[in-house]
């Protein structure tokens, strides 16, 4: 029984049963967007719309796999399936103009083609306009899918002779299943659910060594924070600023620690199913007893306003200094 579509069934079921009904009934639009955020499904969905489009043994919407362009779109190289991508910061015009070059062609396979647009909402203006003249004159059996997360950045009137599929985050109990499901502990597993809804970013910090080293810097600074606050300078100097190097390590650490002082708000709300740091519990606790409410926002606030400082370029020791003294003050 053919089953191409059901790990993408589990995530994003609606969207992809209007698509999957539509190859059924051959009645799919010329574009689509597929809008959401990073890490919601919608190059995986793109790609096996392609795979249904194109296989030459399709059944009922859901694709072979095994035929000859089944196995070339998942390899990155069917003729007739164009992937767009930003070249640096943009989609330009002469990409575009490429595109539409490329579809004035007679298929190489078939009279079918699928182009896909990646981050549609960075086209230029005259990428998005030249874009416009070949959505109001499709190319017959073609279908257009422009991947967004930012889907009021493209102009209205590519919205509007589009057919819009919402993709929405996977919700963090369902990560954490799909986590502990590739053999991922379940403090690890809570973690990466509270960084990311991207499945594939989750599996990443769950298996790097940095995120759960990164993981005990953070208890250590709150454990010198709780029972030696006139140490936490220290701990600082010596070992998270030495551990915490690049600015986007201690963007992560930053985040964490936010994390950790949510938990502390979690608790005073008896919402310990909350709790992302569940195996510190008894230490949440300990120091949920001292700080009240609003120290713990005022704490959040400061962490909030370090992230803003090292976006700022603010020295990141000078940053951090700051904070450190401010979480004191709880």
């Not at 499904?41 to 072979?64: H, M, N, Q, R, Y």
């Not at 509007?160 to 985050?169: E, G, K, M, N, P």
């Not at 030696?228 to 992560?252: G, I, M």
């Not at 713990?296 to 400061?302: E, F, H």
Request: net charge neutral.
């Amino acid at each position: 029984m053919r089953m191409s579509w059901a790990p993408l069934l589990e995530t994003q079921e609606r969207a992809v049963k209007t698509i999957k009904n539509s190859i059924k009934k051959d009645r799919l639009a010329h574009a689509y967007i597929f809008e959401g955020p990073r890490g919601t499904g919608k190059t995986a969905v793109a790609k096996e719309t392609a795979k249904a489009f194109l296989c030459l043994e399709a059944i009922d919407g859901e694709a072979c796999g095994q035929c000859r362009n089944c196995r070339r779109i998942d390899s990155g190289n069917h003729p007739d399936v164009h992937v767009i991508q930003p070249d640096g910061q943009s989609i330009k015009i002469d990409q575009i103009r490429a595109l539409q070059k490329e579809f004035a062609y007679q298929g190489m396979e078939s009279n079918k083609k699928v182009y896909i647009i990646e981050h549609a909402d960075r086209m230029t203006v005259q990428a998005a306009n030249s874009l416009l003249k070949f959505l109001e004159e499709p190319v017959s059996q073609s279908i257009a899918l422009l991947l967004t997360e930012q889907v009021h950045r493209l102009l209205e009137t590519i919205r509007s002779r589009a057919q819009l599929l919402s993709f929405s985050s996977l919700p963090p109990g369902k990560l954490e299943d799909l986590l502990m499901g590739e053999n991922v502990s379940p403090a690890m597993a809570k973690m990466a659910a509270a960084l990311t809804s991207d499945t594939s970013e989750a599996l990443e910090i769950c298996r790097e060594e940095w995120f759960a080293q990164a993981r005990d810097k953070v208890i250590q600074l709150t454990e010198e924070l709780r029972k030696r606050p006139d140490y936490a300078l220290v701990t600082l100097q010596e070992n998270w600023l030495s551990f915490f190097k690049e600015k986007e390590q201690l963007a992560s650490g930053l985040n964490l620690l936010l994390i950790w002082y949510r938990d502390l708000l979690s608790i005073h709300l008896s919402e310990t199913e909350r709790v992302v740091f569940s195996d510190q519990l008894q230490a949440l606790e300990q120091q949920a007893l001292y700080l009240s409410q609003r120290r713990i926002g005022d704490s959040m606030l400061a962490i909030l306003s370090a992230q803003k400082k090292l976006g700022s370029n603010m020295n990141p020791a000078m940053a951090m200094e700051q904070l450190v003294l401010q979480l004191q003050e709880g």
